[in-house]
């Protein structure tokens, strides 16, 4: 491990006096260098490497730089235990490895996150850049957007999330309405932004005059083909009935009532079965044409009869009873065939009287006259 480095008294011319004959040899320890390598997840980075010179063989040197990179941590370095003169042999090595690190990736669904669908990547190591993610999309869902791609992971594991949300798909319901089963088009109506696979069932109600609502149709699930959501509201005319009461001399006989079953309201009546008496005349009707209500008990139409005189002649037997329907309304009303004037035959006679009378008095005056013009 030494070397000489120089020599004194040499040549000798050996003297007498033992004293004066020495000689002197200077040793000096051998040098050598020293080379410090660096090792990055066991990859050597030769630029960082560097050599220190004049050291003595033998001896201990473990001094060396610090070069840790950013995502780096020191892992290991290995020293010779004593320097050699072969500085090849001389070699400190300085190891680092990449920090571990884990990735988390969190799942929002209309914007709220289901933590059970949150994904941890681990073993990961700072520096790395993730730029996928597993998909986990749901039934009836959509991506809206991602946040935090691509992703390069930072020793800090808090700060590696990725964020991944989904939308539910939108689709739209058409309502339709039917009277009697035939569709009032200008009453349908669209609902826009619903969620596919939910339920909708809300429509409004569009009850006509004279119709009450009998029925609806809705899907169980509203699917994304728009043409397949459709809600059916079904409407028919209220059942009713008409009643036609008959009045003798203004006085009710229940015993003839009519009544007048399987009408909807809506129906105009506008005839009714005679029923008229022996010796009786017909008077009048009320509430003919008669336009059905939902009301039952104001559909009432009202016939009235009256005695005939004692004077009055026997009018002739009536067509047989025509059955009442629902038709549009009509001007005419309706008037027995029998009617005839009621006025009393002894009235006839003394008015028949009197004119025979009043001729009778001007022909007198006028005959006076003519005597006197004579005279």
Request: charged share 35%.
């Amino acid at each position: 491990m030494y070397e000489v480095a120089k020599t004194d008294g040499l040549p000798m011319i050996v003297d007498d006096d033992y004293t004066k004959n020495v000689i002197k040899v200077y040793y000096k320890k051998k040098k050598t260098a020293v080379t410090v390598q660096y090792f990055y997840d066991g990859i050597e980075d030769k630029e960082a490497a560097y050599t220190i010179n004049d050291l003595a063989v033998g001896s201990h040197y473990d001094t060396y730089k610090d070069k840790k990179k950013e995502h780096y941590s020191l892992a290991t370095v290995t020293i010779p235990e004593k320097l050699v003169e072969n500085a090849e042999e001389n070699v400190i090595k300085v190891y680092y490895t990449r920090n571990k690190t884990i990735a988390k990736i969190q799942y929002y669904y209309d914007e709220k996150m289901d933590d059970s669908q949150t994904e941890i990547l681990a073993d990961q190591k700072a520096g790395d850049t993730i730029t996928t993610y597993p998909d986990k999309i749901k039934e009836n869902y959509k991506l809206d957007k991602v946040e935090g791609l691509p992703l390069t992971l930072k020793e800090n594991a808090e700060e590696n999330v990725i964020k991944v949300y989904y939308v539910h798909k939108k689709t739209s319901v058409t309502v339709k309405y039917f009277y009697d089963d035939v569709e009032d088009e200008s009453l349908r109506e669209r609902i826009d932004d619903l969620e596919v696979g939910s339920y909708f069932g809300g429509y409004k109600d569009k009850k006509k005059e004279h119709y009450s609502f009998a029925a609806v149709q809705i899907p169980e699930k509203l699917v994304e083909d728009e043409k397949a959501n459709v809600i059916h509201v079904y409407y028919t005319r209220t059942k009713t009935i008409a009643k036609v009461q008959y009045f003798y001399d203004g006085k009710l006989d229940d015993s003839k009532t009519e009544i007048i079953a399987d009408l909807k309201a809506g129906d105009i009546v506008e005839t009714y079965p005679e029923k008229n008496k022996e010796g009786y005349v017909f008077e009048k009707v009320e509430n003919v044409p008669l336009t059905l209500g939902e009301d039952a008990s104001k559909n009432i139409i009202k016939v009235y009869y009256v005695k005939k005189k004692d004077t009055e002649p026997t009018p002739p037997k009536e067509d047989p009873q025509k059955p009442a329907t629902p038709s549009k309304p009509t001007t005419e009303k309706p008037k027995p065939e029998d009617e005839v004037q009621t006025s009393d035959t002894s009235q006839r006679t003394l008015w028949i009287m009197m004119v025979l009378l009043s001729g009778g008095a001007v022909l007198a005056y006028g005959l006076k006259r003519r005597r006197k013009e004579k005279q």
